[in-house]
Every structure is written in C-alpha cells, then in structure tokens.
C-alpha cells in the first residue's frame, strides 16, 4: 500500500519537514516518487522509519544510522559489520539502562528520606533512622550526602 507524506506523518507522529529531511540525509533511500514527484511510502518504508527512531532512541547519531543504511544497500559482505554495530549498540542500551538503574536507587532513597523527614518533622531526625543510614551508605559509597 502507498502513503503520501501526510499519512505517514500521522501514522509516525513525525513532521513532513523531518520526514524530508530523513530522506535528503539518504536514510529513506527507497521511498520512491510518482511520476509527479510526489512521495510514495510503503509498509516497508514505515518499517524502515521505525528502525530509525528506534536507533536514535537508543543514542545513536544519524551518521551512524546512515552508516547503517549504506551497508545494508551493500548486502551481505557487510552482515558482520551489521551485527557488531547493533551489538555495540546493545551494550550501549546495557550501561544507559544501569545507570539509569542507579540513579533511581538513589531517588527511592531520597524519597524515603524525605517521607522520613516529613514524618519526623525534621531531616536531621530522618538522618539518624538506622535503615536509611545503611542504605545511605550502601548507596553513596561514603560519601558524604547532606541534602
């Protein structure tokens, strides 16, 4: 099925304007154009705009994704270089996903300190409670953390 360039901006949530842009940086090489000019997006196109968004979600820059592209237009001599780039890119996902694993430890933390506080009426009070104290120190690695 053929969708114009509205369609798909709907269908993607994507501006025209970037949908045009994606192509003009040659990472939709294979929407085609009507003999008018117009755009004409396939289901595989819209597969291919999903890929995309998905790698730039996942940090990678649009050189990379355009790296991407051109290798999978190569074929199969590039398989190797394909699977190592998303296995990079994983492994990327993995150390985003840990720290952002720590950083909400640190945040239960401080809620439960805060709640604390606001029990006691005092941080300084909440400070003293046994439990928050090992976590604290858990967490922070002896660091000392006032606020």
Request: a positive charge; glycine letters at 8%; one cysteine or more.
């Amino acid at each position: 099925m053929g969708y114009s360039i509205g369609q798909v901006s709907k269908k993607t949530g994507l501006g025209v304007h970037t949908l045009r842009y994606y192509e003009k940086e040659g990472l939709l090489p294979f929407v085609s154009k009507t003999s008018s000019g117009l755009r004409t997006y396939s289901d595989n196109d819209l597969g291919w705009i999903k890929m995309i968004e998905c790698l730039k979600a996942t940090g990678m820059p649009l050189k990379g994704i355009k790296q991407y592209i051109d290798w999978f237009i190569e074929g199969d001599s590039t398989l190797t270089k394909r699977l190592e780039m998303f296995e990079k890119q994983k492994q990327n996902l993995e150390n985003q996903l840990s720290q952002i694993q720590n950083n909400m430890q640190m945040i239960d933390y401080k809620i439960r300190l805060y709640q604390k506080a606001v029990q006691l009426g005092s941080l300084q009070r909440a400070n003293q409670d046994k439990e928050l104290q090992k976590e604290k120190v858990k967490l922070f690695a002896n660091e000392q953390i006032d606020n």
